[in-house]
């Protein structure tokens, strides 16, 4: 069975700050997702990883794909309020038909 | 520019009832997915589904949940003869294509099925 591990589960930070945080897996993925989860809506996807090493950015988001595809990270510069969230990895296995979630790593930006 | 539409939003059953949730996918998209949610918890997945098939049900307990998407109509995920432990927010999600071709997931923003 493939898991994901996210870490830290909680973290609180102030206006302006840097973060990162990790989703790691002992399992290969053929490719991950990062997703944003607001309360009382449903995950919005913010990127797909593919490539091993790959990095993407989005903005002040920079997404990175370890290079054996079995751990990702994400790192947010100068945090905003609007970063606020629960942030899930998902990964899609070699043979599988579906994706596993992380449990996510709740991010809140205090102003 | 409709995304994935769920409805109900809430729903309450008592033990024993029927719940009956529906998943309309974005337009174009044949590939749907149901996942619950319990409070503080990432997604498990429950099942996958495309037009007419089941593709993967491993994460769907065997009895008392069943999922169908018909040729016309949304997908209904259905639980029978409800009890406490099945309260949980349902979410679904829908892909123009399956899993292996990276596709990304568009969700709808849940049913919250809570059971008295």
């Known amino acids: 069975t493939q898991l994901l591990e996210q870490s830290p589960q909680f973290l609180s930070i102030q206006e302006g700050e840097n973060l990162t945080v990790y989703c790691n897996s002992s399992s290969v993925f053929s490719s991950l997702q990062w997703y944003r989860q607001e309360p009382g809506e449903g995950p919005v996807l913010l990127v797909t990883v593919v490539t091993g090493g790959e990095v993407k950015k989005l903005k002040r988001l920079t997404f990175q794909f370890g290079d054996a595809r079995k751990d990702s990270s994400l790192h947010i510069t100068a945090a905003q309020p609007g970063d606020t969230g629960l942030y899930l990895c998902?990964?899609?296995?070699?043979?599988?038909?579906?994706?596993?979630f992380g449990p996510g790593t709740r991010l809140s930006v205090l102003p | 520019n409709a995304g994935v539409m769920q409805n109900p939003r809430h729903l309450v059953r008592r033990r024993g009832q029927e719940a009956r949730l529906r998943c309309s996918p974005m337009?174009?998209?044949?590939?749907v997915y149901w996942y619950r949610q319990l409070p503080e918890e990432g997604l498990k997945f429950m099942v996958y589904?495309?037009?007419?098939?089941?593709?993967?049900e491993s994460g769907m307990p065997k009895e008392r949940f069943s999922a169908e998407f018909p040729k016309e109509g949304p997908s209904i995920l259905r639980i029978q003869q409800v009890v406490r432990g099945d309260s949980a927010a349902y979410f679904c999600a829908s892909s123009p294509q399956g899993i292996g071709g990276n596709q990304p997931q568009h969700f709808g923003d849940g049913t919250r099925l809570s059971i008295l």
């Open positions: 589904l495309q037009k007419e098939n089941i593709i993967d």
């Open positions: 998902a990964g899609a296995g070699n043979y599988g038909q579906n994706f596993v």
């Open positions: 337009k174009g998209h044949s590939h």
